[in-house]
C-alpha cells in the first residue's frame, strides 16, 4: 500500500533579488515521517521551508501540502502546518500562557486553561505560565516556540534549526520532544547543519548544497550507496599526500588536530602509519575507528565538509 505525501515540492526555483537560493528542487515527504534537509548554513534549507510555509513565493514549480497547492490555497495549507521558525520572534510582553493562548487563536483555535496547561505541561513549562516570554532561558524559549507550533494540533510539524544554540543536554531534551511529537502520528521535517541530530532522529535524509538537492535517503542507505569505508582517526603530523599514498587508503584529511584516513582495511594502514610515523620521528596518539556517518557522505558529494559555510 502506499503511502500518503504531506509535502510535494515540485521544480522549485527561488531567489532573494538576483541571488538563487533554490536551484529546480524536488522532493517529497511521507505521513508520519522524520525527514531531514542536512546542509550546511547557507545551503537554501530555511528558503525550503518559507516556500512550503507560503512566506516565500517561488520563481517557478510549486509547493503542496496535503496535496493542496500552497500558493493557490495558503489558508488551507497553513491550517495543516505548525511551524518552528530558527528565530521565533516571540511577544516579549506576553506571558508564556497568553502565547500560547494567541497564537492558538490566530488558526481559530481556542484553548481553554486547563488546555493550555496540558500543552505547557509536555514542554515542562508549566511552572513558567505567568513569566513572561523575554525572562525565559534559551532553551526554555525554545521549548516554548515548540509549544506554540504545536497550539494549534497540526498534522505538519516544521522545525528550522530546533536546537540552534542548545547545550547538549537541552539539546537531547529537545530530540526526546521531537521524537513524542512522531509517535503521536505527525510529520516532522526538520531542518539542521548537524549530522548527528539528523542521523539520530530522521528516517530519511535531503541532502542540500548551494541550493540543489544531492541526494535524498535514509542515512544508512546513502552511507551504503556510496560505499563509504571506515575511517582510523589518530592525532599525529604527517603530510597528507605521503598518507594518502599508503596501503588500501581511499582518501585522508585533517579535521582540526586530528588525522582522519578512510581505509578498506584498518589494521594493514594502522601498521603502515606507524611506519611513516616512525620514519619522520613521529608520535601517533589517540587512535581510534569509526564507521562513515553523513559528514562522510556530504564530504564525498560536495567535496566540502558539512561545517564549512557557503
Request: proline share 4%; net charge negative.
Amino acid at each position: 500500500m502506499s503511502q500518503q505525501s504531506m509535502i510535494d515540492v515540485k521544480n522549485v526555483t527561488a531567489a532573494y533579488g538576483a541571488l538563487t537560493a533554490l536551484n529546480d528542487v524536488s522532493l517529497n515527504v511521507q505521513k508520519g515521517e522524520i525527514f531531514g534537509l542536512l546542509g550546511p548554513n547557507g545551503a537554501g534549507k530555511t528558503t525550503l521551508l518559507a516556500c512550503v510555509e507560503g512566506l516565500h513565493k517561488p520563481k517557478q514549480g510549486e509547493a503542496l501540502v496535503g496535496g493542496i497547492s500552497v500558493q493557490a490555497n495558503p489558508a488551507a495549507t497553513k491550517r495543516q502546518l505548525g511551524i518552528q521558525l530558527q528565530k521565533t520572534a516571540l511577544l516579549d510582553d506576553l506571558t508564556v500562557a497568553e502565547l500560547v493562548e494567541v497564537y492558538a487563536a490566530l488558526y481559530e483555535v481556542y484553548l481553554t486553561s486547563q488546555e493550555i496547561d496540558a500543552l505547557l505541561a509536555r514542554f515542562d513549562l508549566v511552572e513558567k505560565r505567568n513569566t513572561l516570554a523575554r525572562r525565559l532561558s534559551g532553551g526554555q524559549q525554545q521549548r516554548l516556540a515548540l509549544a506554540v507550533a504545536i497550539a494549534n494540533d497540526p498534522q505538519i510539524v516544521l522545525l528550522d534549526e530546533p536546537t540552534s544554540a542548545l547545550d547538549p543536554h537541552a539539546r537531547r531534551a529537545m530530540w526526546d520532544i521531537v521524537r513524542q511529537l512522531h509517535n503521536e502520528g505527525r510529520t516532522i521535517v526538520l531542518t539542521t547543519h548537524a549530522m548527528e541530530e539528523a542521523e539520530a532522529l530522521c528516517g530519511r535524509v535531503a541532502i542540500i548544497d548551494c541550493g540543489r538537492i544531492v541526494a535524498c535517503d535514509a542515512p544508512s542507505a546513502l552511507i551504503a550507496r556510496l560505499k563509504l569505508n571506515p575511517m582510523l582517526k589518530a592525532t599525529v603530523e604527517l603530510p597528507l599526500e605521503q598518507v594518502r599514498a599508503l596501503p588500501e587508503v581511499s582518501a585522508a584529511r585533517y579535521t582540526g588536530e586530528h588525522l582522519e584516513v578512510e581505509t578498506a582495511r584498518p589494521e594493514a594502514t594502522l601498521t603502515a602509519l606507524h611506519e611513516l610515523a616512525a620514519r619522520l620521528d613521529r608520535s601517533i596518539r589517540d587512535v581510534a575507528l569509526r564507521q562513515p556517518n553523513l559528514e562522510d557522505v556530504f564530504l564525498k558529494l560536495t567535496g566540502r565538509e558539512l561545517a564549512e559555510q557557503n
